[in-house]
């Protein structure tokens, strides 16, 4: 069955700080990786998009990077903030030959910033 | 910015009753997308449509559900007959295409609770 495994599954780290959360996965054929931020009772909203070929993607103060030999990804976080804290979703995309449209979720890792 | 919406933001029903959900997507999105999310647990997807036809749809999506898109901006998700384990926050997304590097953006999603 394809996974998409996040670690840790929550984090509390100090305003200001740096953190790195984890996600591997084993579907397969592979497209593209997503990771997406959800606030509690918001819909996920995308961060960055990675195809197979790519190693890093920026979007501000967050970078993925993606090894698809080994078939795990990271998100990093600079310089955390308060508005950072929410859940940050790993999503896995299978390629298909007329939709690219079916995201598969991991259960996503809690980060609480805390002043 | 455009942005997906929904409608209601919560529904209650009682076991048994019909619901539908309603999405404006964003107005230039050609691709229509359901996922759902039961607490505590990850996003999953649901159903793709698009061209006034379902793309795929996962093994949750029975004949229990179906979508319509009615008219040039709302595109609805329907459940006949619901049951307990239908209780979930629904999020409809879009997207311009459905290519490898093409962003869903996702609605703030509806809170459905079966009794």
């Known amino acids: 069955k394809n996974q998409v495994e996040q670690s840790p599954q929550s984090l509390i780290i100090l305003e200001g700080k740096n953190c790195t959360l984890q996600c591997n996965y084993t579907v397969s054929p592979f497209s593209n990786l997503r990771w997406y931020k959800q606030d509690t009772g918001r819909g996920p909203v995308s961060l960055t998009i990675m195809t197979f070929s790519e190693n890093t993607k920026s979007n501000g103060r967050y970078t993925a990077t993606l090894d698809a030999d080994t078939k795990q990804s990271s998100l990093h976080i600079t310089a955390s903030q308060l508005s950072d804290s929410a859940s940050y979703i790993c999503v896995v995309t299978r390629p298909r030959t007329d939709s690219w449209g079916k995201l598969q979720f991991g259960a996503g890792t809690q980060v609480v910033v805390t002043p | 910015e455009p942005e997906v919406t929904q409608?209601?933001?919560?529904?209650?029903?009682?076991?048994?009753?019909?619901?539908?959900?309603?999405?404006?997507?964003?107005?230039?999105?050609?691709?229509?997308?359901?996922?759902?999310?039961?607490?505590?647990?990850?996003?999953?997807?649901?159903?793709?449509?698009?061209?006034?036809?379902?793309?795929?749809?996962?093994?949750?999506?029975?004949?229990?559900?179906?979508?319509?898109?009615?008219?040039?901006?709302?595109?609805?998700?329907?459940?006949?007959?619901?049951?307990?384990?239908?209780?979930?926050?629904?999020?409809?997304?879009?997207?311009?295409?459905?290519?490898?590097?093409?962003?869903?953006?996702?609605?703030?999603?509806?809170?459905?609770?079966?009794?």
């Open chain 2, 7 to 115: 409608t209601p933001s919560h529904q209650v029903t009682q076991m048994g009753q019909e619901v539908i959900l309603r999405c404006v997507p964003i107005s230039n999105h050609l691709y229509f997308y359901w996922y759902r999310q039961i607490l505590g647990q990850k996003v999953e997807f649901l159903v793709s449509f698009y061209n006034n036809e379902i793309s795929e749809k996962s093994e949750i999506f029975d004949d229990q559900f179906s979508v319509e898109r009615p008219d040039g901006s709302n595109f609805t998700l329907k459940i006949r007959s619901t049951k307990l384990e239908d209780s979930a926050m629904y999020f409809c997304a879009s997207s311009e295409r459905a290519r490898r590097q093409d962003t869903q953006y996702f609605g703030p999603g509806t809170r459905l609770t079966v009794l």
